[in-house]
């Protein structure tokens, strides 16, 4: 089982940006599909954006398209989450998510090690 630890949230003013980092305890994330979801207050988690194991393929949420970008870096083991011209709904729990498989993913139940999440705060 992967160990995943976010970081990088905080409180930021719409319009501005974040990076989120999600780091993986073993090799064996180099071979992982991973993907990052968010948890909005008093709603469901939410699928954001998936990558493939070797960060050729990425998939975006409609909302976030052209705002955010996914990669990842197997030889760092760590995969990020670069957040620009944020919006106050952005606002939410996010978390790193990972399973074994070479494709992209995206629903929460078709992965199976996730990180405690990262509180994101936008403010108007």
């Known amino acids: 089982q992967v160990q995943l630890v976010e970081s990088g949230g905080g409180l930021v003013q719409a319009g501005g940006s974040l990076r989120l980092s999600c780091a993986a305890s073993e090799r064996r994330f180099m071979t992982y599909a991973m993907a990052w979801f968010r948890q909005p207050p008093g709603k469901e988690r939410q699928f954001v954006a998936a990558i493939n194991w070797n960060g050729d393929t990425t998939y975006y949420e409609d909302s976030v398209k052209g705002r955010f970008t996914i990669s990842r870096d197997n030889a760092q083991v760590t995969m990020y989450l670069q957040m620009n011209n944020l919006k106050p709904e952005d606002t939410a729990v996010y978390y790193c998510?990972?399973?074994?498989?070479?494709?992209?993913?995206?629903?929460?139940?078709?992965?199976?090690?996730w990180g405690q999440g990262t509180q994101v705060t936008v403010s108007s």
């Open positions: 998510a990972a399973r074994p498989g070479g494709g992209t993913y995206y629903y929460r139940q078709q992965y199976d090690d």
